[in-house]
């Protein structure tokens, strides 16, 4: 057998892995498991991202050692999905290599959603969080159109920057520009509100949250990593929003975080945005429909607590714990990672308001809303963060329970 070519392809799919979107843990847990089923003696597996490390020992004792450098990821989990299913392939039938490399050939070439359905799925998410938010029929109007803008500039740009906060920067630009546009003609009444729902569409929270989890799980480097790139995103989204502010001497109506005042259409909305996102996250078929349950159903949580006398936090908390014991339930059912039904199902929880209200605070001198609303914001991050990591805990316990690895460490 020719170990070198078998690790090129478990190297391969990992890289693949991570430029789908897979969170650290699980491309190094994949990796391992493939390397344990060839009989590797011994293997070491490093992986952050931008890039993957691994060394392996052969029965016959040879070392191999092979890098790969990720240039950029992109979400897309379907990919992911296939590639998780190949890895469990690889790990349930050892196959030889030319096998691997075609069925990876196979899945590295899955396309991505069609244009027209990016630039639609983009719209439905960002006028409905835009109406989750609280905005009505004008800002809703405006809110198609601000999400087709920032769809078709994310479109071009797309091939011309990949650097996170140049990019986010621009697209937030030309959205908030629109939206000003509109609130200058009269059209839109809440410009704060539609802005903060189409910026649900580019926050980048999640990444903090998957960044923190990181680093209480000791991978530090690669915790590091993710919270800076999710930083710099923010970033960009508050300078272009500040940009087109300055510019325009608009958004002068925000005054806090409001949601709709219908219970009812904030479920239906926060739901149908999901759905949205999960189509710009590459999700398909029947996992589409979950994503936008997965949502209704967190929201729902967290309205019950509120509805029960518990503060905000404590209603973060504990939809954070069901949308992870959601994931968790989802994957095995599924068969898939459960990072697909975790993304778009814990946007409702996402605090993409604090973040606008605190730059809004930064570009109108207002100190106290913005501290205030970065306060809110670190709070909101690690409160889901607990949460996912309480269900993290329960979840090795029961797989310990059961006789089943719910990851595996490196072989030596």
């Known amino acids: ?8 392809e478990i190297l391969n799919i990992g890289e693949e892995l991570l430029k789908s979107g897979a969170e650290i843990f699980r491309v190094e847990d994949s990796l391992y498991r493939m390397c344990r089923s060839y009989g590797f003696v011994r293997s070491d597996v490093y992986a952050s991202q931008i890039n993957i490390q691994m060394t392996v020992e052969t029965p016959e004792g040879e070392i191999i050692t092979q890098i790969r450098y990720i240039e950029m990821t992109s979400p897309h989990y379907d990919k992911l999905d296939q590639l998780n299913n190949l890895s469990r392939y690889v790990c349930a039938n050892t196959p030889k290599q030319a096998e691997i490399h075609e069925r990876y050939e196979k899945i590295a070439k899955s396309k991505v959603l069609a244009f027209p359905l990016m630039v639609l799925a983009q719209i439905v998410s960002g006028t409905s969080f835009a ?3 609280g905005g009505g029929r004008n800002d809703a109007i405006v809110a198609v159109f601000a999400s087709a803008a920032m769809a078709l500039t994310g479109y071009w740009i797309g091939k011309q920057e990949k ?12 959205t908030e520009m629109v939206i000003l ?7 839109a009444i809440h410009s704060d509100r539609i802005m903060i729902g189409i910026v649900m569409v580019l926050i980048s929270t999640l990444g903090v949250i998957n960044g923190l989890r990181d680093v209480v799980q000791r991978n530090f480097t690669s915790g590091a990593l ?4 999710s930083v710099l995103g ?5 300078f272009g929003i500040a940009l087109a502010m300055k510019m325009l001497h608009g958004g002068g109506n925000a005054g806090g975080a409001v949601l709709n005042s219908n219970i009812f259409v904030q479920a239906v909305s926060v739901s149908v945005g999901s759905i949205g996102l999960a189509g710009i996250y590459q999700i398909r078929g029947k996992k589409v429909i979950y994503s936008g349950i997965g949502a209704f159903l967190t929201w729902t949580v967290y309205l019950i607590v509120r509805q029960f006398g518990g503060s905000y936090l404590f209603g973060m908390l504990l939809a954070a714990v069901f949308v992870g014991m959601y994931a968790f339930v989802m994957a095995r059912i599924n068969k898939a990672p459960s990072t697909i039904f975790l993304t778009a199902s814990v946007f409702p929880l996402m605090p993409g308001a604090n973040l606008y209200y605190m730059m809004y605070g930064c570009v109108k001198q207002n100190l106290a809303l913005a501290i205030e609303h970065m306060i809110l914001l670190v709070e909101t991050c690690l409160m889901i963060v607990f949460g996912f990591l309480l269900v993290d805990i329960v979840s090795r316990i029961v797989m310990r329970i059961l006789g089943q690895e719910y990851h595996i460490g490196k072989i030596q």
């Open 1 to 8: 057998m020719d170990y070198n070519r078998i690790v090129q």
């Open 131 to 133: 109406i989750f938010f």
């Open 163 to 174: 650097n996170p906060m140049i990019y986010n920067l621009v697209l937030a630009f030309v």
């Open 181 to 187: 546009l509109a609130e200058k003609m009269g059209i």
């Open 226 to 229: 993710e919270i800076m790139n």
């Open 234 to 238: 923010a970033l960009g989204i508050a």
